[in-house]
């Protein structure tokens, strides 16, 4: 089911640059959602939306904002990278309701030097 | 604060043998439960769910999994493991009423040895 797509798969970037993650969904889900993945430790919420024009902060706390212009569209940007954004990026989404499925991005592997 | 816990960051099985992944969750409202799995360089794909109603929930690839309340446990298993099962596990639990406090465990890195 690659209906969620992520880009780009993997970003090796210098300290201080502006990034942004790319998320689109094809299944005109409301619901969409940015988790942070760490080798060995549990995902973490960090963004999420109900819908167009959106946004809420998730349970960790993070440095990066999103925006929700388009249903199917849902980017991430940090302003200025630092090594300790790195880490794995994972978008979902899902219809409404709490016992919904989460559909999952493949991820962006993200490298901070 | 509501958790969710599973036992073994890795487990290893012989292939054919039993497969048994724990996942326990603390809550003091009825949950909503599933579980994910991830293959390599892969997003997380939902295993299965438990919403309501039978306890025992069948999902993909013969994995199956019970709801024990009295227990506060969802663990996963699957009869006989295949090389292909080995992959990453996570539990993952919502309550209703905000769906989007989706709280994921740890994940446990499954090894299948042939």
């Known amino acids: 089911e690659a209906d969620i797509y992520q880009t780009p798969r993997y970003l090796v970037i210098g300290t201080g640059k502006k990034i942004t993650l790319e998320c689109s969904q094809t299944?005109?889900?409301?619901?969409m959602y940015w988790y942070q993945q760490d080798p060995g430790m549990e995902l973490h919420l960090i963004h999420y939306?109900?819908?167009?024009?959106?946004?809420e902060k998730g349970d960790l706390s993070s440095e990066s904002t999103v925006s929700r212009i388009r249903t199917e569209h849902f980017p991430l940007t940090l302003e200025s990278a630092r090594p300790s954004h790195t880490s794995q990026y994972l978008c979902?989404?899902?219809?409404?309701?709490?016992?919904?499925?989460?559909?999952f991005g493949s991820g962006t592997q993200l490298s901070v030097l | 604060a509501q958790s969710v816990t599973q036992l073994g960051s890795h487990v290893s099985v012989s292939e054919g043998a039993l497969v048994l992944l724990r996942c326990n969750y603390s809550?003091?409202?009825?949950?909503?439960l599933f579980w994910y799995v991830q293959y390599p360089n892969q997003g997380l794909q939902l295993l299965l769910k438990?919403?309501?109603?039978a306890t025992l929930v069948k999902g993909i690839n013969g994995f199956e999994a019970e709801f024990k309340k009295s227990e506060t446990s969802f663990h996963l298993t699957k009869p006989s493991a295949h090389m292909s099962d080995a992959a990453e596990y996570f539990c993952?639990?919502?309550w209703g009423g905000g769906g989007f406090k989706t709280i994921f465990g740890a994940g446990t890195r499954l090894f299948v040895k042939a």
């Open positions: 979902a989404s899902s219809e409404a309701g709490p016992n919904e499925k989460l559909f």
């Open positions: 299944m005109g889900h409301d619901k």
């Open positions: 939306s109900y819908g167009v024009n959106s946004t």
């Open positions: 809550s003091s409202v009825p949950p909503y």
């Open positions: 438990y919403t309501t109603g």
């Open positions: 993952a639990v919502t």
